[in-house]
């Protein structure tokens, strides 16, 4: 039921103002305003979207209140509310009337319409982040100066009184297809909040203007004039921010990280302004709205786990944030140290990258942990000399020590000689712990002697010998107490021996062999001369000096070959002169020139049975 003569169907897409201003229309009021006043209620509370407007139009139009509060942008304080979604006035376009001439011009062909009423405004039109028709795909048209005061808001009265000629309007329309930005503003505005997560978070205008504002330095650099921007420009920086902004944190970061390397490479003063520009100036100054403070937020954070920021520094007010990095500048302020000393301790310790030696002293970045070490390291720093004196290691075992890395020097030079490495106190005296404890404890029942001497005793090499002591590998360890450091450690060269030995060649020294042979060295000698037994060299597990050996192989294929005129006497039992006949008598004779080998061998196959 409704108290109008003539009542209108409420179009799904209008604005609440319009379809007041369409009904006032349809009903021969010249205005809005003067329609609203006739029936008892305020047009700018319509505008406003009231609860007592939207039930008073409820009746009069005889639209349900549900799909009223629906095309209404209801006033909450400072903020517009369109189905539930917020937005604050500058993103609201009302004085300005922003239109699609195709969708007038279709309005225009609705005869089942009066004559007077057939043009309304939609709701999404009001919007500012929406620049594009969805139905006909082209740019809305604006129009600047629409009507005085009495005529604001009242579209159906401002198109009558204007009556543009939208044919030609259209003609001179951009076309497009609505941005993901345009869609995803229209789908909050529709169904409340879509699934694109980070974005969601934020009201709907903090969304909107952020995706613009990334967009416009993404798009226009970071010193870009946000009031040179044209429509058009901003239609495109805001899909260029929601492209990012769409993707959640971890692209905000990634985008942001893009301008720090940016900054890198210019010569500007670390800071906000200099980092993202006007993006920052808007979040920092420009506005105080919490509703941006998540995007602040994930902004200082980032900034301070990257870049040398810290307590002291300002990102969005004074940063508290503790500080993950320094550069060279920061740190050589705070520890009052030159930067040059600290530069060069930074690089050779590792620390700073060797690629960073181009860079100026602010952007070098030092891991704001391991700042403070290095600095004391520095300050106590020991040369190479006198850390080994320190050490108290004789020179070659220094090298020794080095080399195997048993003492690391915390600036070390990549080229340069090793004379010019430095090392901390701390480093050599977490050495000398080591070596003072490296006995296991046991009580030592050999001689001792320091690694030098012990290594000489034991043939073998000194490396081998701190090898086997700091790798807990010596039972028999003794700290001297009347000297310092490494030498006052003592081995036993006996236990040494065993933990070094090679392992067994196999074969019999000279001395063995002459046993098995029953014969002389002088003997055995000339037999290796001429070659009757192979000699073989082979190294001493024990000495490790190389030897000459005879492989029990070659001992007993001589010994199954030949027989010596005494070993034949034996085996025949008989005298040694009666053995020497028998051989003479079968014309037998010796395999050897007895005046040589000093002594006389057959060969056995010929000694007849
Ligand atoms: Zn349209």
């Not at 505005?189 to 909107?208: E, I, K, Q």
């Not at 492209?243 to 893009?258: D, F, H, P, Y």
């Not at 705070?334 to 690089?347: D, N, Q, S, T, W």
Request: aromatic share 8%; net charge neutral.
């Amino acid at each position: 039921m409704s108290e109008l003569g003539i009542t209108l169907p409420l179009q799904a897409d209008q604005s609440l103002a319009s379809f007041c201003s369409q009904v006032a229309s349809a009903n021969g009021a010249s205005s809005a305003r003067e329609f609203c006043m006739h029936m008892g209620m305020q047009f700018q509370h319509v505008v406003d979207g009231t609860a007592e407007s939207i039930e008073r139009l409820a009746v009069l139009s005889g639209v349900g209140v549900s799909c009223l509060s629906k095309a209404a942008v209801i006033k909450q304080g400072g903020m517009y509310l369109i189905n539930g979604e917020k937005l604050r006035r500058p993103f609201l376009r009302r004085s300005r009337l922003r239109y699609c001439p195709a969708c007038l011009i279709g309005d225009n062909a609705r005869e089942d319409r009066l004559p007077q009423a057939r043009l309304y405004g939609r709701r999404d039109w009001l919007v500012s982040f929406i620049r594009t028709c969805p139905v006909h795909q082209i740019e809305f048209a604006t129009l600047e100066n629409p009507a005085g005061p009495s005529l604001l808001h009242d579209f159906t009265a401002v198109m009558r009184d204007k009556s543009l000629d939208l044919d030609s309007v259209l003609a001179g329309s951009q076309g497009r297809n609505p941005s993901n930005f345009e869609q995803y503003v229209t789908g909050r505005l529709t169904n409340g909040t879509a699934s694109v997560g980070y974005l969601d978070l934020l009201p709907l205008y903090a969304a909107g203007r952020s995706c613009e504002m990334l967009g416009a330095i993404l798009e226009h650099g970071i010193k870009v004039a946000s009031d040179n921007i044209s429509e058009s420009q901003w239609w495109s920086c805001a899909e260029s921010g929601f492209k990012v902004m769409s993707n959640g944190e971890e692209a905000i970061r990634e985008c942001l990280t893009a301008f720090h390397d940016r900054f890198f490479t210019t010569s500007r003063d670390i800071g906000g302004r200099s980092l993202y520009g006007r993006f920052y100036e808007w979040l920092a100054h420009e506005n105080e709205d919490s509703a941006y403070d998540p995007i602040r937020d994930l902004i200082r954070a980032h900034a301070v786990a990257t870049l040398p920021l810290g307590p002291g520094d300002e990102m969005f007010g004074p940063l508290t944030i503790p500080r993950r990095w320094h550069s060279v500048h920061t740190a050589a302020r705070e520890f009052g140290v030159h930067p040059k000393r600290l530069r060069k301790l930074a690089i050779g310790a590792g620390l700073a990258k060797e690629a960073a030696i181009d860079l100026t002293d602010d952007r070098i970045l030092l891991d704001a942990s391991e700042v403070e070490t290095l600095i004391r390291h520095g300050r106590e720093a020991l040369s190479y000399n006198d850390a080994r004196a320190y050490v108290n290691a004789p020179r070659v075992q220094w090298e020794i020590l080095i080399k195997l890395g048993y003492v690391k020097p915390f600036v070390e030079t990549a080229t340069g000689p090793a004379l010019k490495a430095k090392f901390s106190l701390s480093e050599l005296d977490r050495f000398l712990a080591k070596i003072s404890r490296s006995g296991i404890g046991e009580p030592v029942v050999g001689e001792t002697y320091t690694i030098p001497d012990a290594s000489k005793r034991a043939n073998c090499k000194a490396s081998e010998v701190i090898d086997l002591l700091l790798q807990g590998e010596l039972r028999e360890v003794a700290i001297d107490t009347m000297t310092s450091g490494f030498l006052a450690v003592q081995v036993n060269p006996s236990e040494i021996r065993r933990k070094t030995a090679l392992i067994a060649h196999g074969g019999v020294s000279l001395k063995q062999a002459e046993k098995k042979l029953q014969t002389s060295s002088q003997v055995l000698r000339a037999l290796l001369e001429l070659g009757a037994i192979a000699p073989r060299i082979a190294i001493n597990p024990t000495n490790r000096c190389p030897q000459t050996i005879i492989y029990p192989v070659d001992l007993e294929s001589f010994k199954a070959r030949y027989v010596s005129l005494n070993n034949l006497a034996i085996e025949r039992d008989e005298h040694i002169r009666r053995t020497k006949k028998f051989l003479n008598d079968a014309g037998i004779s010796a395999a050897f020139d007895p005046e040589k080998v000093h002594a006389t061998f057959y060969e056995r196959v010929k000694i007849p049975v």
